[in-house]
């Protein structure tokens, strides 16, 4: 039996409504409770600012095509390399850091649950293997599903019952947490080297369209009773214009669930262009976020961009070949077969470029707009916008209209007329950001009751300490104060023991992965399906036997299980 | 006779390939494929043993008659008989010219080694006991 | 007893399709498998147990002793040499690697010798490919460039391209165009519908002036590059701007002819500029079954495929300089722990001469050439025989190999877990 006590704890916990109070934390054996002994170990947290830890909704740090971002860039290797120190094994990369990497510098910042954004269900395995090497943080896995043959042939028929138990198979053979639509459609067309333009447009062959698809998955989502919703990034990402098609999918999203969303819509700032062309593009944030404020079924989140050079890879293979075509980097592509695809390619974000700073300022835009800080989550889509490392600075950004005052006085002089950014007044406190860097992100993913995102009795005791008096500290003046803070915990704790003690890591990991059995009834699982199983034995190129994840890769898997169709 | 080395696998050298010890392994790696006008003029026959020389170093092959084999070309299996005329500098680029290269191919009357043989000539010691 | 759905670890391949007919401890046979699979599966003879090399011979010991005296050598080297790894699976390769950060070795793998060259140029230009199945649904043209899957690859094209029916190209043979592209006429070309023959050395020129042809510049082209007509070269380049989906399979003519990476990035290139007109994607044909993985472990434990050099406490990869061949070239390391692969046969002869210098061990189930040069060798399980792990084939799918029969022998990361182990005082990597 361990104990732990954290004195003096100032503890902003949204979820159980406490704002700025000091008080203490009794934690045993890895969860919180009423009180310790005694013997229990102490901390003093000095009046600091203690919150939950950290959680990020949708970050890559995992798998086939992360490996792939980091094995063709040695240069980025080389820019962000440690030393192998004390408990701490090298690291490399900046922008795309390796495995530990990532653990340890988002343990610094005191994170201890990521959900990967993407997963293809063929190479899941991949992702289990990197999530092991992750030791710092408990794992979920987006599991994508846009160009899913099964489930398009399921929506083409109408079949959502079919389409649930599609998923119910899939996410219990390679133990996914949630579904993901990436471009849902389009990188189908792209295993063809096309991609579709609008939400009512049909996919070659299948015939089906992104609405239907993402329709007939918000249904099957609630009928396995997944615990996140639908996680989406929409069609035409990065494309001048393109916010009508962000508002037209918004429009498809009823609200089905009463404790979270129904649509969770991801990195929205790379979908709220304006104009037509690059020369014309300008913000629609302001529009997005009417429709967001007016949807307690949705939630969103940013997808900052920050000025730097940075890696950018997704599923959506189509996109990433246009922003090749439009940058000349080199550009890696590996397309999943009956699955989905992808797309890897370095970009830079300059403030020379009008197009950058107006992405720079749509993301704040969408925070600032948003009323609720339930509803707009803080995150950059790591690395696609920036990496990781720059959350404090968008932290500090949103906390204060100085600082933005004196970046946008740096930025591409179209850049006010074009976005509203520098007429915003709002300025985020301690809460909202709490809310928007865990509290919400526990919510939306539905961890909440697994003991995520809060510190009441019976969570788990995961803690970031961050050496912020929040009494003695105003956000708005002081930012560099607040970026700071937020860099680099005084004490990081997961699961009870002390991780990170001022930026370094003090003991090795032991992570777990959380995943979801929704259990289907029997005489609709795909195991049964005639036509399920042949495409296995025809047009994958692995058995159906030998494609689900075995047992042995989450040597600390949380089984969530869920009564499906019911 | 100058010919330019070509290296690569063949199923035979993949079979063997854990039994390098074996007479198999031994007849396929220590084989040598050249085209049939070639060997004309070389005045040898299906089976000869030919002497190949480069500056990296010197081997023995038995050289086998294959029309696929351009005039010119010498192909070799992978394998330690090719490595024992490639020299091991890279470019920087941490990859020997296992192909490309230059090389004299003469008919010879020495025999050919055994892989153990070949290692014993490097430093090694053979082991046979299985 | 008849074990299906065995994943075969010979080649890059990773077929996992296998019967295989076990009794005891023996594969009786094996059914679907190629000659190569067959010899892996049923004429696995293993060296029994460790040996030490003696002034006279060969002596029997111990796996302590073995274990001891190989950690032994290990820590009293300045600048050890980890290598291989190629053959074994992902869990054993974990375990290297956190012994070359502990001990600051340079830990390399096989594709040094084969696709490092491949990578190189992957880490200049990307890659633009995708897995099997995509080209195995899709590809109505398949160009085979510098190498020849019928020797090295038996069942490439039965299972991913010429004879295998596809969702879209439901009769393949008839529906899918084959192109060969070599400086000889092997076996692959005989049964190909068009042979490109190409001088050795050619292969640069020959994608410049597919690329030129491909962005209308045809007019620039003398009448014959490397020995190829201009004409036949217009008739390749509208194969495939005119395809409905190609792919592209390279291999070492590519990575080992002069140029090397840059014969890799050119057909890169091409294959970039062929994707603005139709679908296109480009593979390397990997060779060994899983050194595919070693490139993924490696590279998100280190950050770098191959090449890694811990000596400066930090993970240093510059190829040329830390590539096993050419720290063997220099004489520049004191010891050598030889992983799941074969330097003595596949290395350049000065390179492999090195090895016997130094005090090298060999982890390995079956007797090698590198054996010889040794000083110790300690048999392990072979992954997919008798040890199961994770394989990364060609086209980077994950599959788990499977442990079909159990022989007595210790599982390779097991053996390494204890050199490690003893390495670091007595806690686990």
Same mark, same amino acid.
């Given at each position: ?194 991609d579709?333009t609008g ?35 929409c069609n035409n990402l990065g494309k001048p214009g393109n916010y009508q098609t962000t508002l ?19 990195h929205v700032q790379f979908h709220a262009y304006g104009g037509g062309t690059w020369r014309n593009i300008c913000s629609k944030a302001e529009e997005i ?14 997808g900052?961009i920050?000025f730097?050079?940075?890696?950018t890879?997704?599923?959506d293979?189509p996109m990433e070949f246009n922003l090749h075509c439009l940058h000349h980097n ?15 390619i370095?970009v830079t974000y300059s403030k020379k470029s009008a197009v950058n700073c107006i992405m720079w300022a749509i993301g704040l835009e969408l ?17 696609n916008g ?21 970046e946008c006085a740096t930025l591409h002089a179209d850049t006010e007329k074009r976005t509203s950014l520098c007429a ?143 | ?6 290296? !690569?696998? +063949?199923? /035979?050298? $993949?079979?063997? *390939?854990?039994?390098?010890? &074996? ?27 030919? !002497?190949? +020389?480069? /500056?990296? $170093?010197?081997? *023995?092959?038995?050289?086998? &008659? ?27 680029? !941490? ?36 | ?275 603005r ?153």
């Amino acid at each position: 039996m361990t104990e732990l006590l954290v004195k003096n704890a100032c503890v902003i916990d949204p979820i159980r409504g406490i704002n700025g109070e000091i008080m203490d934390i009794a934690i045993r054996d890895g969860r919180i409770v009423e009180s310790v002994s005694d013997r229990a170990e102490s901390i003093d947290a000095q009046r600091c600012l203690t919150l939950p830890g950290g959680i990020d909704s949708h970050t890559h740090v995992c798998g086939t095509k992360v490996n792939f971002g980091r094995y063709m860039s040695p240069e980025d290797m080389r820019a962000g390399r440690t030393q192998r120190r004390g408990r701490m094994h090298v690291t490399s990369g900046y922008y795309v850091p390796t495995t530990f990497g990532n653990s340890y510098r988002y343990s610094a910042m005191g994170y201890t649950t990521l959900l990967e954004g993407a997963m293809a269900p063929l190479e899941a395995r991949h992702t289990h293997e990197e999530f092991t090497a992750t030791p710092h943080q408990d794992m979920l896995a987006n599991t994508l599903f846009d160009g899913n043959w099964a489930v398009m042939d399921a929506v083409r028929e109408k079949n959502i019952n079919k389409a649930a138990a599609i998923v119910g198979w899939t996410l219990n053979a390679v133990k996914g947490y949630g579904i993901k639509l990436t471009n849902p459609g389009g990188t189908e067309a792209w295993g063809w080297g096309e991609d579709l333009t609008g939400i009512h447009e049909h996919v070659p062959h299948f015939e089906v369209t992104p609405a239907e698809i993402i329709t007939t998955m918000i249904q099957a989502n609630e009928l396995l009773k997944l615990p996140h919703s639908v996680h989406l990034h929409c069609n035409n990402l990065g494309k001048p214009g393109n916010y009508q098609t962000t508002l037209d999918t918004f429009e498809l999203v009823p609200d089905l669930n009463p404790d979270r969303q129904t649509l969770y819509a991801t990195h929205v700032q790379f979908h709220a262009y304006g104009g037509g062309t690059w020369r014309n593009i300008c913000s629609k944030a302001e529009e997005i976020t009417r429709s967001v404020n007016s949807k307690p079924q949705i939630v969103m989140d940013m997808g900052q961009i920050m000025f730097c050079r940075t890696m950018t890879m997704t599923a959506d293979g189509p996109m990433e070949f246009n922003l090749h075509c439009l940058h000349h980097n080199k550009w890696s592509n590996h397309d999943v077969e009956l699955e989905t695809g992808s797309g890897i390619i370095p970009v830079t974000y300059s403030k020379k470029s009008a197009v950058n700073c107006i992405m720079w300022a749509i993301g704040l835009e969408l925070a600032l707009l948003t009323k609720s800080p339930w509803q707009c989550l803080l995150e950059t889509d790591n690395p696609n916008g920036a990496p990781f490392v720059k959350y404090p600075e968008v932290i500090g950004l949103l906390m204060s209209k100085r600082y933005r005052d004196e970046e946008c006085a740096t930025l591409h002089a179209d850049t006010e007329k074009r976005t509203s950014l520098c007429a915003l007044e709002r300025e985020m406190d301690w809460h909202d950001i709490a809310v928007m860097t865990r509290a919400g992100q526990a919510k939306a993913l539905g961890i909440i009751s697994q003991g995520k995102g809060h510190l009441g009795i019976g969570a788990e005791a995961d803690i970031a300490v961050y050496p912020i008096r929040t009494d003695s500290v105003d956000p708005a003046r002081e930012y560099r104060k607040v970026v700071e803070g937020f860099q680099k915990t005084r004490y990081t704790i997961k699961r009870g023991r002390v991780v990170s003690r001022d930026g370094e890591i003090i003991v090795d990991g032991a992570n777990a992965t959380f995943w979801v059995n929704a259990k289907v009834p029997e005489d609709l699982r795909m195991e049964n399906d005639p036509e399920f199983i042949k495409r296995f034995e025809q047009f994958y190129t692995v058995r159906m036997s030998n494609y689900p994840v075995q047992d042995v890769y989450l040597p600390r898997g949380r089984c969530i299980e869920t009564e499906a169709f019911t | 006779m100058k010919c330019i080395l070509n290296t !690569g696998r +063949t199923v /035979p050298q $993949g079979t063997a *390939v854990e039994h390098k010890g &074996s007479d198999a392994y031994r007849a396929v790696a220590s084989a040598c494929f050249l085209n049939p006008v070639d060997m004309l003029i070389l005045g040898i026959e299906n089976g000869a043993r030919v !002497g190949i +020389t480069s /500056p990296a $170093g010197h081997v *023995v092959l038995t050289a086998i &008659s294959a029309e696929g084999v351009t005039r010119g070309e010498i192909f070799v299996t992978i394998g330690p008989y090719a490595n024992h005329i490639i020299s091991s500098e890279t470019h920087g680029t !941490g990859m020997p010219d296992f192909k490309n290269q230059s090389i004299k191919v003469e008919p010879t009357e020495e025999p050919v080694m055994s892989v153990g043989e070949l290692m014993e000539e490097i430093g090694g010691l053979r082991y046979d006991r299985q | 007893m008849i074990v299906s759905d065995v994943v075969c670890p010979f080649c890059g391949c990773l077929c996992d399709d296998l019967e295989l007919d076990v009794e005891g401890d023996r594969i009786m046979h094996v059914q679907n498998g190629c000659s190569l699979a067959e010899s892996t599966f049923m004429h696995d003879t293993r060296l029994p147990a460790p040996i030490r090399r003696t002034t006279t011979g060969w002596e029997n010991i111990s796996y302590d002793e073995a274990i001891k005296e190989t950690a032994d050598i290990l820590k009293d080297a300045d600048r050890p040499l980890l290598y291989g790894w190629s053959s074994t699976h992902g869990e054993a390769q974990s375990v290297g690697v956190h012994i070359a950060e502990l001990i600051g070795a340079v830990i390399d793998n096989t594709s040094t010798v084969c696709h490092g060259p491949s990578i190189l140029a992957i880490q200049e230009v990307g890659h633009p490919g995708c897995t099997l199945g995509q080209v195995k649904n899709r590809a109505d043209v398949i160009i085979y460039w510098g190498c020849n899957p019928i020797e090295a690859h038996p069942r490439h094209m039965s299972r991913y391209t010429t004879f295998a029916t596809g969702f879209f190209v439901p009769d393949a043979q008839r529906e899918r165009m084959v192109i060969v592209v070599d400086t000889r006429r092997n076996d692959t070309a005989n049964i190909a519908d068009e042979f490109v023959h190409m001088e050795p050395g050619g292969d640069y020129a020959v994608l410049s002036a597919l690329r030129a042809i491909v962005r209308g510049k045809e007019s620039i082209l003398p009448k014959k590059v490397a020995g190829i007509s201009k004409e036949q070269l217009i008739r390749i380049a509208g194969i495939c701007t005119n395809a409905k989906f190609g792919a592209i399979f390279f291999g070492l003519g590519l990575t080992m002819s002069r140029g090397k990476y840059k014969n890799v990035r050119n057909a890169i290139e091409l294959t970039d500029e062929l994707n603005r007109h139709t679908k296109f994607v480009i593979s390397p044909m990997r060779g060994h079954g899983n050194v595919y993985g070693s490139n993924e472990v490696f590279t998100w434990m280190t950050g770098y495929p191959f090449a890694v050099d811990f000596a400066r406490g930090i993970a240093f990869y510059n190829p040329g300089e830390t590539t096993a061949v050419d720290i063997l070239r220099r004489e520049e390391c004191d010891a050598a722990l030889i992983v799941a692969s074969d330097p003595g046969a596949n290395f350049p002869r000065d390179a492999a001469a090195h090895l016997a210098k130094i005090p090298t061990v060999v982890i390995d189930p079956h007797v090698n050439a590198t054996t010889a040069l040794s000083h110790i060798h300690i048999p392990c399980t072979a992954a997919g025989i008798d040890a199961a792990g994770t394989a990364y084939r060609m086209d980077g799918v994950p599959i788990r190999l499977k442990k079909v029969i159990e022989r007595g022998y210790p599982d390779d990361a097991e053996i390494l877990k204890k050199i490690y182990d003893r390495l670091n005082g007595g806690t686990g990597p």
